[in-house]
C-alpha cells in the first residue's frame, strides 16, 4: 500500500482477504509482542450504533496471530481464543489492539491481548496457535483457480433480518428447520477467507455470533442479546463453496443472562466449537435499538 494514515505501521503482504474487507488492519512488532490499529467505518456496526462484537473478535485474532509469530515467515493458525467484552466501541476513533507473546514453543503459541479505544478498554483477550512454516503452506496450495459456486441455502430457509451494517458487510445468513432442529447457515464468499484460501477464523467467529444471537432472539421472544463472553476451539479448516451451518443448543436462560454452546459445521465436518454468555436486555428500554 503506498499510503496509509498511520505512519511507522504496515499492513500483511500479502494480503489476507477477510482482514482487508473489515479492514485494513496495521500492525507494529516489537519484542514483547505487537501494537495493531484499525480505523472505525459505519460498516462496523452492530444495529445499535456500536461496533459489532464479530469485528472486534477478528481485530483481536489479527492482533494476537501478528503477536504469535505471523511475521517470522510463518502462519500461526488459531487453536483456541477466549474473549471478554468490556464496554462497547464506537464510530470515529481508530481501535487499538496491544497484544504480547506470553510464550513460544515448537508447536504451540501463547499470547494475551486487549482492544481500546482512547483508552477505554473493550475486549481482553488470550489465545494458543499453532506456528507453520509459510513458505512449505503456500507451496501446497493448488494453483490458483476461479473461486467455486457457492452454494445456496435450501428453499425453505429463510434470511435473517438484522439490522446490522457489519452483519450485512460480512454477508447474509438464513434459517430453517435440518432434522428437527432450528440450524443457521450462510454461504461461503471469496472476501471469507484468508492468505491460505481457507475459511478465515474471524469470520467463523462472527458466523457463530450471528447464530446463537439469532437462537437467543427467537427463544426468548426477542430480547436484544449482548455478547458478553465468548470461547472458540478451531478444529479444522473450512474451504470456499459449500455452506457453514450452525445448530445452537440453548444451555439456560434467566430474566438477563444466557448460556450457549454450538458447532460451526461444513458437509459434515466440525470446524469450530464454541460456547458464550450473553446479556438479555429489553430492546424497549435502550438507548438505542439492537
Known amino acids: 500500500m503506498s ?24 500492525y507494529q512488532r516489537d519484542s514483547q509482542g505487537a501494537h495493531c490499529l484499525l480505523p472505525t467505518r459505519p460498516e462496523h456496526l452492530n444495529s445499535g450504533s456500536m461496533v459489532h462484537g464479530g469485528l472486534l473478535m477478528s481485530f483481536i485474532d489479527y492482533a494476537l496471530a501478528t503477536a504469535a509469530g505471523a511475521l517470522d515467515n510463518k502462519f500461526a493458525l488459531t487453536v483456541s481464543l ?14 487499538e489492539a496491544r497484544t504480547r507473546l506470553v510464550r513460544s514453543g515448537k508447536t504451540l503459541s501463547f499470547a494475551r491481548g486487549e482492544v481500546l479505544q482512547e483508552g477505554n478498554l473493550l475486549l481482553s483477550a488470550s489465545a494458543v496457535f499453532r506456528p507453520i ?19 445456496t441455502p435450501p428453499p425453505d430457509f429463510k434470511l435473517v433480518e438484522r439490522r446490522s451494517p457489519f452483519l450485512k ?7 430453517g428447520d435440518r432434522d428437527g432442529k432450528r440450524v443457521v ?36 421472544g426477542g430480547l436484544a442479546p449482548i455478547t458478553t463472553a465468548f470461547n472458540a476451539q478451531f478444529l479444522s ?13 440453548l444451555l439456560r436462560t434467566t430474566r438477563t443472562t444466557a448460556f450457549v454452546r454450538g458447532t460451526v459445521e461444513q458437509q459434515g465436518t466440525t470446524l469450530l466449537t464454541y460456547d458464550a454468555v450473553v446479556t438479555l436486555k429489553d430492546r424497549a428500554k435502550l438507548k438505542e435499538p439492537t
Open 3 to 26: 499510503h496509509h494514515p498511520f505512519p511507522g505501521y504496515q499492513v500483511y503482504d500479502p494480503a489476507d482477504p477477510f482482514e482487508d474487507h473489515c479492514g485494513p488492519m496495521y
Open 82 to 95: 477466549n474473549c471478554s467484552f468490556l464496554n462497547a466501541g464506537r464510530l470515529g476513533p481508530p481501535l
Open 133 to 151: 512454516d509459510r513458505e512449505r503452506a503456500l507451496s501446497q496450495l493448488a494453483a490458483p483457480q476461479a473461486a467455486p459456486t457457492a452454494e
Open 169 to 175: 458487510h460480512v454477508g447474509d445468513s438464513y434459517i
Open 185 to 220: 447457515v450462510q454461504q461461503t464468499l471469496p472476501h471469507m477467507v484468508n492468505t491460505g484460501g481457507l475459511l478465515h477464523g474471524g469470520m467463523l467467529m462472527n458466523f457463530a455470533d450471528n447464530a446463537f444471537c439469532t437462537e437467543i432472539g427467537i427463544a426468548t
Open 237 to 249: 479448516a473450512g474451504k470456499l463453496g459449500p455452506l457453514i451451518s450452525s445448530a445452537v443448543e
